[in-house]
């Protein structure tokens, strides 16, 4: 007997194993979406959570859909009775650190929502010339937008011993992040770091712990350097005030404490500042959110099954006042 697909199986009919949409129902329920409003998806990647937003859309609504990575605009959905494309679909080949630039370029000032799910894409772990998943040996490249210049590479090539310290300790919570940093340069002088295959060999010695949990910290520093995470997460966070209207709602979806954390604290205090002062004027700072998950959301036991790499997601949801 077939089994029948729930909306958190959303399918994407041109690339089935894409990427699977997280907390799909949570985050499409948080955003309280109107028919006819303006919405933005972040990320758009496979395209499942843009799909599930379409279908809360009428003609009029409108979704702008970004992504840097130039496989994702394969997975645009067809349009209504036949047509090639969604008309109400605008997809933006650019990161959403410039979400409010493409925006205006596009006569749009405010909208009614906005998600982003900060996760790399199933696609791109499991294309092994990408270079993100430890299951593969590729070329050390991690670039989510390949129009970039540097790469994973590069960096374990050119970084000084103490940067590389501080991107283990800081991006990837490496517990002996300054030993890897030290081994990484006496291993780079003798032979060049190009391949995973060559970077397991050359830190083999000082791994410690479960080999394939640490790599997947020292991965994960590697792929926030590389592509400036948290950076682009607080240019992001930054613009939101201005770009959505009052009543509007905003959802993110972290993947790791690092940036969970910076959405935490900017829906509890609005501003990425930890000490907020008055203007010159004496005004006093005002958050201009309303927390609607005082916790985040993780997923239910059901998603957990159907999708492992869903184990280790947070949604937060705002609202603009």
Same mark, same amino acid.
């Given at each position: 007997m077939?089994?029948e697909?729930?909306?958190?199986?959303?399918?994407?009919?041109?690339?089935?194993?894409?990427?699977?949409?997280?907390?799909?129902?949570?985050?499409?329920e948080?955003?309280?979406?109107?028919?006819?409003?303006?919405?933005?998806?972040?990320?758009?990647?496979?395209?499942?959570?843009s799909?599930?937003?379409?279908?809360?859309?009428? $003609?009029?609504?409108?979704?702008f859909?970004f992504?840097?990575?130039?496989? @994702?605009i394969?997975?645009?959905?067809?349009?209504?009775?036949?047509?090639p494309?969604?008309?109400?679909?605008v997809?933006?080949?650019?990161?959403?650190?410039?979400?409010?630039?493409?925006l205006?370029?596009?006569?749009?000032?405010?909208?009614?929502?906005?998600?982003?799910?900060?996760?790399v894409?199933?696609?791109?772990?499991?294309? @092994?010339?990408?270079?993100?998943?430890?299951?593969?040996?590729?070329?050390?490249?991690?670039?989510?937008?390949?129009r970039?210049?540097?790469?994973? @590479?590069?960096?374990?090539?050119?970084?000084t011993?103490?940067?590389?310290?501080?991107?283990?300790?800081?991006?990837?919570?490496?517990?002996?992040?300054?030993?890897?940093?030290?081994?990484?340069v @006496?291993?780079?002088?003798?032979?060049?770091?190009?391949?995973?295959?060559?970077?397991?060999?050359?830190?083999?010695?000082?791994?410690?712990?479960?080999?394939?949990?640490?790599?997947?910290?020292?991965?994960?520093?590697?792929?926030?350097?590389?592509?400036e995470?948290?950076?682009?997460?607080?240019?992001?966070?930054?613009?939101?005030? $201005?770009?959505?209207?009052?009543?509007?709602?905003?959802?993110?979806?972290?993947?790791?404490?690092?940036?969970?954390?910076?959405?935490?604290?900017?829906f509890?205090?609005?501003t990425l500042?930890?000490?907020?002062?008055?203007?010159?004027?004496?005004?006093?700072f005002?958050?201009?959110?309303?927390?609607?998950?005082?916790?985040?959301v993780?997923?239910?036991?059901?998603?957990?099954?159907?999708?492992?790499?869903?184990?280790? $997601?947070?949604?937060?949801?705002?609202?603009?006042k």
């Open positions: 077939k089994k697909k729930t909306d958190n199986q959303i399918p994407n009919s041109k690339f089935p194993d894409y990427h699977t949409p997280v907390l799909l129902n949570e985050c499409i948080g955003l309280n979406i109107k028919q006819d409003a303006v919405y933005v998806d972040c990320t758009f990647g496979g395209g499942g959570h799909r599930a937003i379409l279908k809360k859309l009428n $003609a009029n609504g409108k979704l859909v992504d840097q990575d130039e496989d @994702a394969k997975n645009l959905p067809a349009g209504q009775a036949g047509l494309e969604d008309y109400r679909v997809f933006i080949p650019q990161n959403f650190r410039h979400l409010q630039r493409f205006r370029l596009h006569k749009v000032t405010a909208v009614d929502g906005i998600l982003a799910d900060l996760g894409s199933s696609h791109q772990f499991d294309e @092994a010339e990408r270079g993100f998943s430890i299951r593969f040996d590729a070329a050390l490249d991690m670039r989510m937008d390949q970039q210049l540097l790469t994973a @590479a590069d960096v374990l090539k050119n970084f011993e103490l940067q590389l310290h501080k991107m283990f300790e800081q991006y990837g919570e490496v517990t002996n992040a300054k030993t890897l940093a030290k081994t990484i @006496a291993q780079r002088s003798l032979a060049p770091i190009r391949t995973i295959a060559e970077f397991k060999t050359a830190v083999q010695s000082i791994v410690k712990g479960n080999p394939q949990k640490y790599f997947a910290q020292v991965f994960q520093a590697l792929r926030i350097q590389v592509n995470e948290l950076d682009v997460l607080k240019e992001l966070l930054q613009q939101i005030p $201005a770009v959505l209207k009052p009543g509007g709602r905003v959802a993110i979806i972290t993947f790791h404490s690092l940036e969970d954390r910076i959405v935490k604290n900017f509890r205090n609005g500042d930890s000490t907020v002062v008055d203007d010159v004027y004496g005004h006093r005002e958050n201009p959110f309303k927390v609607i998950t005082k916790k985040p993780t997923a239910a036991e059901m998603e957990l099954k159907q999708n492992p790499r869903s184990r280790s $997601a947070k949604l937060r949801i705002a609202e603009k």
